[in-house]
């Protein structure tokens, strides 16, 4: 199927990079990249909060058409939470993507189905879009129940939202025994689970389930990207350890053209 779904490239820095490596490594990541790259595909980097502010200013006093993404943040949009960052604050800097229910937050720092609800509609709410990381750990894929899991996961963040809501959504699907460990899906297995990703949205909002990017997230690197991104239903990826390094990342984002 044909489908008008732009890929994205979204590289999650996790505590990685002092906001003056940042500035660096955005900036030689525009080295690497031309217009032919942006055309094809959308690029994002997720930095440290610390850093936020410096890349956006890299971004746009450079004119670079990377977008700004952002690692986590609270469902409040101010109060006493101290050590939380609001969607607002986060909108206020251009902002236009943030990393939701990632499976370190909710395997390090407890996060539940039911945060990571409130974090998708707030986030929402400040005019950005969730990226709403979904996956089974190796326990769950070996009793079988991959698809159950990541359908729960979709349904409990996703339920009841209006579907030009859902359609603001991305979802990165990321196998946990899969992120830093090096061990990737195999393409064919990971495009079966997005489908599985897909058929969920679909009962929840429809057709909407065609237009939403479902990304792949777990070891991609310049050697895999472009026999996963060949499947038809992966449209793009959530890139950790290979986004790091400027000369990598562009890799990356040139073999899933
Ligand atoms: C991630 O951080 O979401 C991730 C997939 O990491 P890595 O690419 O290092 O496995």
Known sequence: MTTSRKPLMAGNWKMHHTHLEAIQVVQKLSYRLDDRDYKAVEVAVCPAFTALRSVQTTLD???????????????????????????????????????????????????????????????????????????????????????????GQTRAALAGLKADDVARCVIAYEPIWAIGTGKTATPGDANATIGVVRNTIRELAGSVADETRIL??????????????????????????????????????????
Request: aromatic fraction near 6%.
């Open 61 to 151: 006093s450079d004119r670079i058409p990377i977008a700004l993404g952002a690692q986590n943040c609270h469902w409040e949009s101010h109060g006493a939470y101290t050590g939380e960052v609001s969607p607002a604050m986060l909108a206020k800097l251009n902002v236009r993507y943030v990393i939701v229910g990632h499976s370190e937050r909710r395997e390090l720092f407890g996060e539940t189905d039911d945060a990571v609800a409130r974090k998708v509609r707030a986030v929402l709410g400040a005019q950005m879009s969730p990226i709403l990381c979904v996956g089974e750990t190796l326990e769950e894929r070996d009793l079988g129940s991959t698809d159950e899991k990541v359908a």
């Open 216 to 257: 792949y997230g777990g070891s991609v690197k310049p050697g895999n990207t472009a026999e996963l991104m060949a499947m038809p239903e992966i449209d793009g990826g959530l890139v950790g350890g290979a986004s790091l390094d400027p000369d990598d990342f562009a890799r990356v984002i040139r073999y899933g053209r």
